[in-house]
């Protein structure tokens, strides 16, 4: 079976320091491949080493906001 995308949902926080850097090194390097590599964290770690972002921000009323940064 050939995965060519893949979305991670949190987990990371349960990491400490080192692992965490090891998590997003082996995931820099699927994506250096050509996967492509989803993450849902909360985590300010992952903001500073992920470039792209799609925030999820609610507005009220069952209504949210979607960015693209």
Do not use: C, W
């Not at 926080?13 to 849902?40: C, F, H, M, P, R």
């Amino acid at each position: 079976m050939k995965i060519d995308t893949m979305f991670i949902d949190e987990g990371f926080g349960t990491l400490d320091t080192d692992y965490l850097d090891v998590a997003l090194t082996a995931l820099s390097n699927l994506q250096n491949e050509g996967k492509l590599i989803g993450v849902i964290s909360h985590l300010s770690e992952l903001k500073e080493r992920i470039a792209t972002h799609i925030e999820v921000m609610p507005k009220g009323n069952g209504h949210s906001k979607i960015e693209i940064l």
